[in-house]
Structure formats: C-alpha cells, structure tokens
C-alpha cells in the first residue's frame, strides 16, 4: 500500500493533465457504514459457489477475491468512502454482464458498478460487501460514422482516448473533464457528467443519442439508436443517463460529437469581484457570441490552490477572482481578433486588471491544467469537503464568504471555483481532519442554503451516497415517491448500486 499522497500526471502532447489524485495511506478511511451509520440491507453473501459460477464465465484471473486485489476497488479517489467488498468481477462483454447481474438478482447479491472510480459522492464504491462490477475491460469502440459524427462504443472507453480517437478524424468529444483521462463513458452517462465545454456543447441528455443497458434481471435494452429525431415512444436513454447504475447497467452508448475546432483561443484574466465575474460573463456573451465555449471562474484561493500545493505556474499576477475564457471557431485570425477586441474593451473599462490571451497550444495547456488542478490540489492538507451546486449567478459565489464566516480558524481553508455559463460552482472546504462536528456544521448548512435559492444540490457529480439524505432539498415528495415506484419496477430486488442517490421512504 503506499504511504503517501500520490499525483498521477500525464503529459500528453507537452500538456501536463491531472488524470486523478490517489490519495492512499498507511491510514485508510474509516468505512462508511460506519462513519455515517448505515445499516446493512438484506442481501446474501457471496459464498465460495458463487465465486465459482463468476470463474465459470469469466475466467479465474477476471474474478478478484484477494484482499490487496480488492482494496483500491473499495475506496473512492478522494478517500472519503470505503466499502467491504469481497469480490470484483470483470466483465469483457454485454452478455458476461448480463449472466453476471441475473445470477445476482436470482441469489438477491448486491451489486455495485464501477468504471473509473473518480466520482466525489461515493456512487462507484461499495458501501457493504456488495459485489463490485468493474467494466474497464468493455472498451472497445464499434463505429464512427465521420459524416453524421455518431461515435457508437463500450461504456468502459476512457474518455480521453475517445477524445483522441474521434480528434484524428476531425471530430471532438462534447464532454471535457479534468478526470477525462481516468473515467470512462458509461460512467459519464450514468452520472449525466456536465463538464468544462457544457456552455457550447449541452449536457449529455442531449448528446447521447442512444444506450445499451442490462436491466437487474440480466435483461439487455437495446435503444443504441444513432438517429439525431426519434420520437417513437418513451424516450428511454433517459432513465439510464444520471440514474448512477440504480435502474440498469450502461453497457453501450452511441454519442454524437462536434466537428473538431480549427481555432481555439484561451483567455485568462484577472478580476477584483465576483460582481466584476459576472458583468465580464455578460459582456462576454454579447461579444464573443457563438465561438464562446466556456466561461470559468476561480477565487483566489483556489488557483493559489494549484499554484501553491501543485507547484503550478500562475501566467498573470494575483488577483481577488480569475476568469478563464475559450472560444471554439473555425477562423484563428478572426476568432482570436474578437477575444483580443474583448479583453482590450474589458480592460478599458475596469473589468479586467490584467489578462492574457493566447492560441499558442502549449500556453493554452499551462492556463487550463492550472483549473483542472484544482479538484485535487488541497488533499495533501488534510481533509476536503466537496460540494457541487447549482446556484441562480446573483447569488453564486455567496456560501463562499459564508462559510468561511461560519467555520472560521476550523477550516484550513474555503475557496470556491466552477462553471458560470452553468450556474454550477464547486466549493471546496479544508479542514485538518475529518470529524463529525465540523461535518454537522457543514451539512445540511450548504444544502439549506442552496435550496432557499432555489438552487440544485448536485449539479453534475450526482447524488451517489454522500447526498440521498438531502435530496429533498431539491425535489419534492412526490417527484420522490415516482422515482421510488421506477426504482421498483426496474429494480424489485433493489441490488442495482443499494443505497445510493433514493433515501429511504
């Protein structure tokens, strides 16, 4: 086991990414039936029978029982949640899926899905002894129709490599994340993953034209269309996309992906207000119109975040809040003529102190891995609580001041950073260590307050575990009870993903 925090970075085209912090120690995390005092359902338990009907129609070295084998299986990347599996399955395949979850819905096992691990609220890892679904091994891409752009593949393709794949043929994924070189598609689907480029690209409701799922019988759906218009019937893709694998197991998905830019420009500018932010965002919008692909915002603490923790370079001087600008178009000249016009007007006006714009790749690849950063920067300090709203812009950045009003010296530090042209900001706390104290001072605090402005608490990282409490924050009982009746008919048994995302009636 290793006995420090650990940073994978990849450099891939001189960009150096943050694929994914594991952060592993001698300590490992308390288990979390334990720390939030969840009781076990009425599961079986998996006996020796079992694991050899799994070897049976896997092969011995695709079923993991040993302890070490297991443990990183158990453990979300931001070590908050641990689960006590037993067993990891890996499966290759639609149909190896299919005899795997009906063989456990027979012998009432539960079951956990896992793709690349990098959720925040606990959804890809047990919580009991359920049997962890590893679908890495389906990673196979089956089409690309380069006219349409309909990439059809396997849930467990890494999204950077779809990224890659789909770039050689002129084409981009519509999705971008920090953790695109870690999660996988399946996973994205089934979290309804939002992203850096959701202001030009839409949400993966959109994108995703068709799933392919294994429903808790072992029953395949097959609505893997690529057809843009179909309007024949309930549009089923739907109850897979942000469900996090409690009503079926994305095997398949076809997507539909955006003609690759041929002019990116990034700028980033500094600001002295949040309100500053928002006059910039607008003035943006009217500006910058339809090559605007994103519009982020950071607080000064957390790029110093990246810059202090990460030893990551800081292009322009420190400044209160940071804005960082991208423009996809299809003239360099011209697009990078509008975002120069921009930043000289914004700074004429006072809205922007300082800034830089460029289109020169590598610079463009120092900007963005200084706010990809920034998810993972702070584990080396202690403990992070993460939360991920939705919030109307007037009042986005305001828990922000709040919260660090609220915990004073207890937090190490509260900084907040996320996606304005979505109204999703990420609020990150840090404190020494974790305890339920601070935690009771923290939750439901956030979620109350989000909720009086009618704000959502889970914008793209979902529910998973860490959230079903608080749903109600954000829905109503009766859009509860409709999901509880769909969870039952899907699901009777209820071993798809167990407490996870619905709390109990």
Not at 291 to 314: G, K, Q
Not at 375 to 385: H, K, N, P
Request: charged residues 25%; hydrophobic residues 35%.
């Amino acid at each position: 086991m290793l006995k420090s925090v650990v940073f994978l970075l990849r450099c891939n085209s001189n960009r150096i990414v943050r694929d994914q912090v594991r952060y592993a120690s001698q300590a490992l995390p308390q288990l979390s039936s334990e720390k939030y005092n969840v009781k076990r359902k009425q599961f079986g338990t998996v006996q020796e029978s079992d694991i050899n009907y799994f070897k049976s129609i896997l092969s011995e070295e695709r079923v993991l029982t040993d302890e070490n084998d297991v443990l990183p299986f158990n453990i979300d990347w931001i070590k908050n949640c641990r689960g006590q599996s037993k067993v990891v399955l890996k499966p290759r395949n639609t149909e190896e899926v299919s005899k795997i979850i009906k063989y456990c819905n027979d012998k009432h096992l539960a079951v956990c899905p896992q793709g690349g691990n990098t959720g925040l609220v606990g959804g890809s890892v047990p919580v009991f002894d359920e049997v962890v679904l590893c679908l890495g091994l389906l990673n196979k891409i089956i089409s690309l129709d380069e006219i349409s752009g309909v990439l059809i593949c396997e849930a467990g393709c890494i999204l950077e490599s779809l990224d890659t794949y789909v770039r050689e043929r002129n084409l981009i994924m519509p999705l971008d994340l920090g953790a695109k070189g870690t999660c996988q598609i399946g996973g994205n689907a089934s979290t309804n993953a939002g992203g850096l480029r959701l202001l030009r690209y839409g949400n993966l409701h959109g994108s995703i034209l068709g799933i392919e799922a294994v429903k808790a019988d072992g029953t395949v759906i097959d609505c893997l269309t690529t057809m843009k218009k179909d309007n024949t019937g309930y549009h089923l893709k739907h109850l897979f996309i942000g469900s996090e694998g409690t009503l079926g197991i994305v095997t398949k998905v076809s997507i539909n992906c955006p003609v690759l830019p041929k002019a990116v420009t990034v700028g980033f500018f500094g600001v002295k207000d949040f309100q500053s932010v928002l006059k910039l965002y607008e003035s943006a919008k009217l500006s910058l119109g339809e090559i605007l692909s994103a519009f982020e915002m950071a607080d000064f603490n957390a790029i110093n975040s990246s810059v202090t923790n990460l030893n990551l370079p800081n292009p322009i001087d420190e400044y209160p809040f940071y804005v960082l600008v991208e423009t996809h178009g299809s003239d360099e000249g011209h697009d990078a003529e509008k975002l120069n016009r921009f930043l000289d007007k914004e700074m004429e006006s006072g809205l922007i102190i300082d800034g830089t714009v460029t289109s020169e790749p590598a610079k463009m690849q120092t900007i963005w891995n200084l706010r990809e950063s920034i998810a993972g920067s702070s584990l080396t300090r202690g403990y992070v609580f993460k939360y991920d709203v939705s919030i109307p812009l007037g009042n986005y950045y305001d828990l922000v001041p709040m919260l660090r009003k609220k915990l004073g010296n207890k937090a190490l530090d509260v900084y907040g950073y996320g996606h304005i042209g979505d109204s999703n900001i990420h609020i990150n706390i840090v404190v020494p260590e974790y305890t339920k104290e601070i935690g009771s001072q923290i939750e439901p605090y956030v979620f109350e307050e989000v909720s009086k402005l009618n704000g959502s608490i889970s914008a793209e990282h979902g529910v998973g575990f860490r959230k079903p409490q608080y749903i109600h924050y954000s829905k109503i009982e009766s859009a509860l009870d409709l999901m509880r009746e769909l969870k039952t008919l899907m699901d009777p048994k209820g071993i798809l993903n167990p407490y996870k995302v619905l709390p109990e009636k």
